[in-house]
């Protein structure tokens, strides 16, 4: 059983919208920091936003700041990555992680060794 599975991706116009869920299984509990990643074509894993075990605590990098938001549903196991205002640049494999511990230094931090991944949605964003 795949402990984290995302869903959601697909394809977009550029300035259109789309919102990834993952949902949690297994050993993942609700006491576990969450995060999304992303893989473009020929470029590294780089991490897109994090939430701490509560929802009450968000991280964000650059890219994603006023334009995704990362929240969960703690009684659906669900977590979600609203992303507005997409640009092509945004297009990538998007991945689901959950860390060990409850905060999101756990994730942002974290040694992808140390993380748990779900097998990702593909998001393509056209011009």
């Known amino acids: 059983q795949v402990p984290l599975v995302e869903s959601g991706g697909g394809l977009v116009q550029a300035g259109g919208s789309l919102r990834l869920s993952c949902t949690a299984s297994g050993r993942t509990s609700s006491t576990n920091a969450m995060g999304w990643f992303r893989q473009a074509p020929g470029k590294e894993r780089e991490f897109v936003a994090a939430i701490n075990w509560s929802g009450h605590n968000t991280y964000y990098t650059d890219h994603a700041k006023g334009r995704f938001t990362i929240s969960r549903d703690n009684a659906k196991s669900t977590v979600y990555l609203q992303m507005s205002n997409l640009k092509p640049e945004d297009s990538a494999v998007y991945y689901c992680?959950?860390?060990?511990?409850?905060?999101?230094?756990?994730?942002?931090?974290?040694?992808?060794?140390?993380?748990?991944w779900g097998r990702g949605t593909q998001v393509t964003v056209s011009a």
């Open positions: 992680a959950a860390a060990r511990s409850g905060e999101t230094t756990a994730i942002v931090q974290a040694l992808p060794d140390n993380l748990t």
